[in-house]
């Protein structure tokens, strides 16, 4: 495209930002559906509309519409992730959990790489707009995958879509087959706090906001949201000063600062863009690739020492990873660090990913989520242009800028207050396993006798 309509690095980067900022509202605004109309019919729809947005883009005259087209399509992208790590953290037990979150982040990582992959492979022989269209088949595939998942049994619990005699005949059974004795009057259903905010045809995007906003959950979605920001802003900072970098033609790793700052701002040469896209291509594949081992390594630090202080471990590290970054530019230690420094915040956002879930009530679980999503990928969008702005003066500068992140980041972690934390419930599980399970059945309901 950049040859195609001869873009400047100016529009490069708008294109950039307005998709980020497409994902952003993505995950705001479709939140709120999936928490009134249900997480299957919402994934299912966003798929439906980002196949139809990709295969117009492929079509498009100019680029604008060009534009257009990748921010609808950013809409939807921003919107499904939440809805995943929301439907899966609703369907799961507590002990598969973190295993699931695993997975989820891997597939995703595996689909960066893949179609970074194939791009590699083929987007120069075929041409943007087949490649686009080729794309876009893999929405096909989600919608039809979505249509046989079942609807999260906590929302439908929310939205009493479910029947209460067939729900009262299955703990019947339950109850025979262990030889429990019960009566089944005296149930109570325990509701969530945040419940009485209504039912899902009740559920409005101002409504959502309202509850998150509350003064239960407001603190709590304040700290979330300023860590999740500064971490975007930093992984897009950072990959933006990297790219600042090594655009540049210089031989070894003993460049000087001043050096560093030259031909910044110069154009690129139209004649090499398909050198360059490949460069761009094949760093997107081992960028994804090198994301997995901190997926692993993240969650298993959470369920041996739980979230919380994982989130505070990694906070510490990014500060530490990019105080060295500062002070070794432009040595060798300076691109170890940048792959450490990935690492951390890579880490830490998946635990984010498992810490939101459980923030929230059903009511509006996937509304926060998008919401801290959404917000974080729209100040990302404007660091952007701020880490850009510092970068054309001065890499140090940058790097700077990233230094004062890390620091709010380790500030907010500290504060921040993890409901649910995988280690807490560890120790109540191992407390509670000296019971037998028949046991812990009459021990939590009354006996007819």
């Known amino acids: 495209m950049r040859c195609n309509w001869q873009l400047s690095a100016a529009q490069e980067a708008t294109a950039t930002a307005l998709t980020l900022c497409g994902t952003g509202f993505g995950g705001i605004f479709l939140g709120p559906l999936s928490d009134r109309h249900g997480r299957k019919p919402t994934a299912a729809i966003t798929s439906l509309i980002l196949f139809l947005s990709m295969i117009t883009t492929s079509f498009s005259p100019n680029f604008v519409f060009f534009l257009f087209f990748g921010i609808v399509g950013g809409l ?3 919107g499904s992730l939440s809805i995943a790590y929301t439907f899966w953290a609703e369907v799961s037990s507590q002990n598969y959990r973190a295993a699931g979150f695993v997975v989820i982040t891997m597939f995703w990582n595996s689909g960066l790489a893949i179609s970074n992959g194939f791009a590699l492979l083929v987007l120069n022989r075929i041409g943007w707009r087949i490649f686009t269209a080729l794309m876009s088949l893999p929405a096909v595939m989600a919608v039809l995958i979505i249509s046989f998942l079942p609807e999260s049994p906590k929302f439908l619990n929310r939205a009493r879509k479910d029947d209460p005699t067939k729900l009262m005949n299955a703990l019947r059974q339950k109850l025979r087959s262990a030889n429990v004795s019960y009566n089944l009057s005296e149930v109570k259903i325990l509701r969530e706090p945040g419940s009485d905010q209504g039912t899902t045809n009740e559920t409005t995007i101002t409504r959502s906001f309202a509850t998150i906003f509350g003064d239960e959950l407001r603190k709590d ?11 975007q802003v930093l ?15 210089f031989c070894g790793l003993t460049i000087s600062d001043s050096a560093l700052n030259s031909n910044l701002g110069s154009q690129d040469n139209f004649s090499n863009c398909d050198t360059l896209s490949n460069g761009d291509l094949m760093n997107g594949v081992l960028l994804s690739v090198a994301l997995y081992p901190s997926t692993v390594i993240s969650v298993y630090m959470a369920e041996k020492i739980g979230e919380s202080k994982t989130l505070k471990l990694f906070a510490v590290a990014c500060f530490v990873f990019c105080t060295v970054m500062l002070i070794c530019l432009p040595t060798a230690l300076f691109f170890i660090n940048i792959g450490l420094l990935i690492f951390s915040v890579a880490g830490m956002s998946l635990i984010l990913y498992m810490v939101l879930p459980q923030m929230y009530p059903t009511v509006v679980r996937n509304s926060g989520f998008g919401l801290v999503d959404g917000v974080g990928k729209l100040v990302a969008s404007i660091g952007v242009f701020v880490i ?15 230094v004062l992140i890390c620091l709010l980041i380790i500030v907010q972690s500290l504060l921040l207050r993890v409901r649910g ?18 046991d812990k059945v009459k021990n939590s309901l009354p006996h007819l006798d």
């Open 221 to 231: 979605t304040l700290k979330i949201l300023a860590i999740y920001s500064c971490l």
């Open 235 to 249: 992984y897009k900072g950072l990959l933006y000063v990297v790219t600042g970098i090594f655009a540049k033609d």
């Open 421 to 438: 934390d995988l280690k807490d419930n560890q120790e109540r599980t191992s407390e509670s396993n000296g019971y037998h399970e028949k």
């Open 388 to 402: 850009t702005a510092a970068l054309e003066s001065s890499v140090r500068g940058a790097i700077g800028i990233l």
């Open 76 to 78: 939807c992208v921003g």
